[in-house]
């Protein structure tokens, strides 16, 4: 069974920086495209950064570009989004998604949970 956990959500100021983990099980997440997506409050879902089976990387969202980055520590089965400078607009509850293809879609099969971000002063 396939099990995809975000976590390092939480509540930060504008400007700050937080980490979010996307931890897998039964799925080798290096031979996976693994993407981040978000939604807030009333609007609809959306790709924010994706991290190819090859390592290749797509930014979805051009509103993060220059603030965040995602990386993949093989060892521990994680995908990282690094999110630097943030702004209130990006408050959302951010999902990691992965499936067994290639490239970077936006469909994938297996989705997290997800984990809150607040962006408050």
């Known amino acids: 069974q396939v099990q995809l956990v975000e976590s390092g959500g939480g509540l930060v100021q504008p400007g700050g920086s937080l980490r979010l983990s996307c931890t897998g099980s039964?799925?080798?997440?290096?031979?996976?495209?693994v993407g981040w997506f978000r939604q807030a409050p009333g609007k609809e879902r959306e790709g924010v950064l994706c991290?190819?089976?090859?390592?290749?990387?797509?930014t979805f969202l051009n509103s993060v570009k220059g603030r965040f980055t995602i990386s993949r520590d093989n060892a521990k089965n994680t995908v990282y989004l690094q999110m630097n400078s943030l702004k209130p607009e990006d408050t959302a509850v951010y999902y990691c998604?992965?499936?067994?293809?290639?490239?970077?879609?936006?469909?994938?099969?297996?989705w997290g949970q997800g984990t809150q971000v607040t962006v408050s002063s």
């Open positions: 998604a992965a499936d067994h293809v290639l490239g970077c879609p936006l469909d994938y099969k297996y």
């Open positions: 039964g799925i080798a997440l290096d031979f996976a495209a």
């Open positions: 991290i190819s089976s090859s390592a290749g990387r797509t």
